[in-house]
Nanobody, 123 residues
Framework: QVQLVESGGGLVQVGDSLRLSCTASGLTFTSSAMAWFRQAPGKEREFVATISWSGRSLYYADSVKGRFTISRDNAKNTVYLQMNSLKPEDTAVYYC????????????????WGQGTQVTVSS
């Protein structure tokens, strides 16, 4: 059974940083593209960042480019999202997702999802 478990969310102030983690089990992590999505209240789930199985291909949403960094540690089956210079519009539930094969920014193309972790940025 595949499990993705996110952690690291919380309540922070504008300009602060957070690092989210997502640890995977039950899948071949080294063959999986990983991604972070987020969903704010009343809005659709949106793409944040994705990373290929090797870590060499990275893609970011324009809204987070230059502030967020996605990375992975294949030895720990874990993907990270370092979030700097947080803004109130970054407030959302952040979800980790995994899929076999290449990266994509489309939520429906991901096979597995975590339960989400809340990030709230207060002004």
């Amino acid at each position: 059974q595949v499990q993705l478990v996110e952690s690291g969310g919380g309540l922070v102030q504008v300009g602060d940083s957070l690092r989210l983690s997502c640890t995977a089990s039950g899948l071949t992590f080294t063959s999986s593209a990983m991604a972070w999505f987020r969903q704010a209240p009343g809005k659709e789930r949106e793409f944040v960042a994705t990373i290929s199985w090797s870590g060499r291909s990275l893609y970011y949403a324009d809204s987070v480019k230059g502030r967020f960094t996605i990375s992975r540690d294949n030895a720990k089956n874990t993907v990270y999202l370092q979030m700097n210079s947080l803004k109130p519009e970054d407030t959302a539930v952040y979800y980790c997702a995994a899929r076999r094969g290449i990266t994509t920014t489309t939520p429906s193309e991901y096979d597995f999802w975590g339960q989400g972790t809340q990030v709230t940025v207060s002004s």
